[in-house]
């Protein structure tokens, strides 16, 4: 008789961070913002690139106390 193998789960060592939803709303409200026109960085002059507009939104949800990875130093 043949024997059935048992499955096995994978091991939880994640290589990329997670993120709770909070922070997701926050990035998405700071996309919105990019796309609009309306988004400034800290030094007053407007966001052009969206991977900076992803950063100010992570970093608005670490003031906020959203479930967000430390950042890289």
Same mark, same amino acid.
């Given at each position: 008789?043949?024997?059935? &193998?048992? %499955? ?6 994640? @290589? ?6 909070? /922070?997701? &709303?926050?990035?998405? =409200? ?6 609009? $026109?309306?988004?400034? @960085? $800290?030094? $007053? ?8 507009? =992803? /950063? =100010?939104?992570?970093?608005? %949800?670490?003031?906020? $106390?959203? &479930?967000?990875? &430390?950042?890289? /130093?």
């Amino acid at each position: 008789m043949a024997t059935k &193998k048992k %499955a096995t789960k994978k091991s939880s060592n994640k @290589s990329t961070p997670t993120y709770g939803p909070a /922070a997701g &709303k926050q990035v998405e =409200i700071e996309m919105r913002e990019f796309k609009q $026109g309306k988004l400034k @960085s $800290g030094s $007053g002059q407007t966001v052009t690139n969206p991977k900076q507009a =992803i /950063a =100010i939104g992570l970093s608005e %949800a670490r003031k906020k $106390g959203a &479930k967000v990875p &430390k950042q890289k /130093a």
